[in-house]
């Protein structure tokens, strides 16, 4: 049997032993609660019965082989546990135990001798709250939990690192069918690309949500990626680890690796996986997708009975970047005739009050909105308490936007919601009946537009061509780096296709000899440019070691001599006229994402910028064309106010040969820099650069 079908009886156990005391005994408690169907073996030496449940000494006493077992002993007893549970054929361990690899040192050498006992059975864990299973009602789960059996349809699944998060989520009360909660804690063995792989083999799987605090294996994850993209499953993925303080604690909480946040960003991006920032927003994503999928654009249109709600949407969405475009003219004299000459029609709607109540006019409101045909129409609508009001006139324009969405269903990329303001405004009952009619309902006007704009994205991302899985980083580079010149390093890139200026380099006597007689430099007419060349000599400007716009031969000794104590050489360069825009083009290498490519804004504008715009590597033309397009820069790279732009398909070029650079030498180089490269009306040239580059081992 492979591993991968031993990952998926564990998911979706046909029979469950749980070993321990009392945690053991809740997990027995909550499979019984939820009708787990299978047989249920508690194991404990001391104890006669679990919940009511018979007890065995130990798992040789197990009288069949079990699918899943919630193993809830310490540390120690867990390692030889999963030895005797592996030698059982044993589909996998919940490891609920802490004191694994998130203690420290000797919690790793705990951690590694347990996947060595295990021998390859599938582990959650070790430090996790464990798994819930809504489908086939399994609780391998020591705690109560707020989720009800799926009996019918899809439902969304929850992989979160944390699990006091992941017993939170639980409790929602938003309506999200929920139809796996999975927490994996240290990820010692089942990762999270394990569990997507996994969970999209499961048609009953609508959306993947990822609390995550580290990635594990980049290549790993943009595979799972890549993979559920193919089956058409959205990943929403809340990941913390963001802010210096939130890294050091997720080091501190589950020994991951939280990496650079803003290549998370960028890894996301390019594999259509949504990054939402908060918990509200993680469910209504969830939500939404859950229901609708990934939306085909970011139009939007609002109905509310308020003027400041409709303002309010508009910021809002403006703040998503979502579009609030004016209604076609079809669309717009429906609503003027329904809506009559007191209502101004536009985009957000205010439909005023004028048809609170009436449910026939309203439902030709909704439809009428619901016609414009953007990718998602929302009605605003906060229900009054329960416990104080009567809401009858809120069910009548409930039912209204009801009637009008069965008149037509929405085509695929599109959606139909009912957005509270506040998230407390929308009960759940209300939120129930409305995913019965494949209506979403958001408890909160914000958290509904960010899900929105999530969906957007991947949508758009879907839409363009699938990129390849993240290759994997070389694992034998030593540390010892070795930073080229500038001379050095401008002829590597050259032979890559990067367009440099004329240049020679000399000793200062060799410059002496070549100037004095002739007066000029072979191949290169005044003025010219001079430079200090040498490995050290990261930031020549300023330690005086640049000079441009060098008139005649007299004035070139002289900076000579004042500046070949600077450097190991000295190089003459032809300058370049007529920039339209200084660019730098970096390449860093990150211990977990791999080699990145950096834009941005040239010269002293990027640390004064501080705009700039990352790629992983590989990346096509198309990738660094997006990325430029973003920078605000690119203005002027295109042309600003009247001013000619430059040459774009010679910048990208130029972009693409450092890259190219990069990914020949990815074994080993560690750092480029490409400062200014100047962004020409005709070409592109780059002006100074350095690489530096580590030794490989032998």
Excluded at 139 to 159: K, N, S
Aim: proline content about 6%; hydrophobic content about 50%; some cysteine.
């Amino acid at each position: 049997m492979t591993r991968g079908s031993h990952l998926a009886r564990l998911l979706r156990p046909k029979s469950l032993a749980f070993i321990g005391g009392k945690a053991a005994e809740e997990a027995v408690r909550q499979s019984l609660a939820l009708g787990f169907a299978g047989p249920i073996w508690p194991v404990n030496l001391r104890r006669a019965e679990m919940a009511g449940v018979p007890c065995l000494p130990d798992v040789a006493a197990l009288p069949g082989v079990p699918d899943a077992v919630f193993v809830a002993a310490p540390a120690g007893p867990t390692i030889a546990l999963a030895g005797q549970l592996a030698k059982r054929g044993a589909g996998g361990a919940i490891c609920y135990a802490a004191g694994f690899a998130e203690e420290g040192d000797q919690g790793r050498l705990l951690q590694h001798e347990l996947l060595e006992t295990a021998a390859g059975m599938p582990l959650i864990g070790p430090n996790c709250y464990g798994m819930l299973n809504l489908f086939d009602r399994v609780a391998l789960w020591p705690d109560q939990h707020g989720c009800l059996p799926i009996t019918q349809g899809r439902g969304v699944a929850i992989i979160s690192q944390s699990g006091n998060f992941a017993l939170n989520l639980t409790m929602q009360a938003r309506g999200l069918p929920i139809g796996y909660v999975i927490s994996i804690g240290n990820c010692a063995d089942v990762t999270p690309a394990d569990l997507i792989e996994a969970l999209i083999a499961d048609e009953r799987v609508s959306v993947i949500g990822l609390n995550l605090e580290g990635l594990g294996s980049v290549q790993r994850f943009s595979e799972a990626c890549l993979a559920a993209r193919a089956a058409g499953v959205p990943l929403v993925a809340l990941k913390t680890g963001a802010s210096a303080k939130g890294a050091a604690l997720t080091l501190s909480h589950t020994s991951s690796l939280a990496g650079a946040d803003a290549l998370c960003d960028v890894l996301f991006d390019r594999y259509g996986v949504a990054r939402v920032r908060d918990p509200a927003s993680f469910l209504e994503t969830l939500k939404l997708l859950h229901v609708a999928g990934p939306l085909a654009g970011k139009r939007i249109t609002s109905a509310s009975c308020s003027g400041g709600e409709a303002s309010l949407t508009a910021d809002l969405a403006e703040r998503a970047g979502l579009e609030t475009p004016d209604f076609p003219a079809a669309t717009q004299a429906a609503l003027e005739a329904v809506l009559g000459s007191q209502v101004h029609v536009a985009n957000p709607l205010d439909y005023h009050t004028y048809i609170w109540g009436n449910r026939a006019a309203q439902t030709r409101c909704f439809a009428g909105m619901i016609g414009a045909g953007f990718e998602a129409a929302i009605l605003i609508l906060d229900f009054p308490r329960a416990d104080r009001c009567n809401g009858e006139d809120w069910e009548v324009t409930l039912d209204a936007f009801i009637t009008a969405h069965r008149a037509k269903s929405p085509p695929p990329g599109t959606v139909r919601m009912v957005v509270s303001t506040l998230a407390e405004n929308l009960p759940e009952a209300a939120a129930r009946r409305l995913l019965d009619e494949g209506i979403v309902p958001v408890a909160g006007l914000a958290g509904a537009l960010t899900a929105i704009a999530a969906a957007a994205r991947i949508g758009a991302a879907w839409a363009s061509p699938a990129p390849p899985a993240q290759p994997a980083l070389p694992a034998d580079v030593e540390d010892n780096a070795v930073t080229w010149d500038e001379a050095r390093s401008k002829a590597a890139l050259a032979g890559y296709g990067l367009q440099v200026p004329r240049s020679k380099t000399f000793s200062l006597s060799a410059l002496e000899v070549q100037c004095i007689p002739n007066g000029t430099i072979t191949g290169m007419d005044f003025p010219l440019v001079l430079k200090a060349v040498g490995s050290a000599l990261a930031h020549k400007t300023e330690l005086g070691g640049v000079v441009i716009g060098i008139a005649n031969s007299a004035q070139l000794l002289a900076e000579a001599r004042r500046m070949a104590p600077l450097g190991d050489a000295l190089l003459v360069e032809a300058m370049v006229p007529g920039a339209v825009a200084e660019m730098i083009v970096g390449i860093g290498r990150d211990p977990q994402f791999g080699l990145f490519l950096t834009l941005g804004a040239g010269g002293i504008f990027v640390e004064l910028l501080r705009q700039t715009e990352q790629l992983l590597l590989p990346a096509s033309r198309s990738d660094i064309e997006q990325a430029l397009a973003r920078l605000p820069i690119h203005r002027v790279l295109t042309g600003y106010r009247g001013t000619p732009g430059c040459d774009m398909a010679a910048l990208l070029g130029a972009i693409e040969a450092i890259a190219r650079f990069a990914m020949a030498h990815a074994d080993r180089l560690e750092e480029l820099d490409v400062n200014p490269l100047l962004a020409l009306p005709r070409g592109a040239v780059a002006v100074d650069a350095l690489i530096r580059m580590k030794e490989l081992k032998s």
